[in-house]
């Protein structure tokens, strides 16, 4: 079992790692998380053990979106249409998003342009400096 959690630490949650993890483009998931993409593992719903009290969003007519009402982390995801008695995960809440491997990006029709390319992008390890900031080394 791994285990995750919202970010002011009131719901805590235990699920299996033998899911599918998956991150999605889709407008809807980017919308509701502020994110260009989100992860998401799916599970079978008897098998993630939910501790803390989550509220229910209803997003679209079968979809429901759960999250933390002390700080607002999503955490969530059910749709009794179209996964019945599945639980999809938010995986970036996990204590150790690395646990599970990304499997596939779903969505992609509705990805946003500037991440197709990302391995393009500058990288940096922590925050670059800011043009004509001091860099503490003269």
């Not at 980017?30 to 993630?48: C, K, N, T």
């Not at 999250?67 to 996990?94: K, M, R």
């Not at 990006?105 to 509705?110: G, K």
């Amino acid at each position: 079992m791994i285990k995750g959690r919202c970010h002011c630490g009131a719901v805590h949650f235990e699920m299996p790692s033998n899911v599918r993890h998956a991150l999605c483009h889709c407008s809807d998931c980017r919308r509701s998380a502020g994110a260009p993409a989100v992860g998401w593992a799916l599970a079978p719903a008897d098998q993630v053990t939910i501790k803390g009290e989550t509220r229910e969003y209803v997003s679209s007519e079968h979809g429901r979106r759960h999250f933390c009402p002390s700080c607002g982390t999503g955490l969530f995801y059910t749709n009794d249409d179209i996964f019945p008695g599945l639980i999809d995960v938010q995986t970036a809440t996990l204590d150790d998003p690395d646990a599970l491997p990304l499997q596939a990006q779903i969505q992609t029709a509705e990805r946003i342009g500037w991440m197709t390319h990302l391995d393009q992008v500058p990288q940096f390890e922590r925050w670059p400096p800011i043009e004509g900031e001091a860099t503490g080394s003269e």
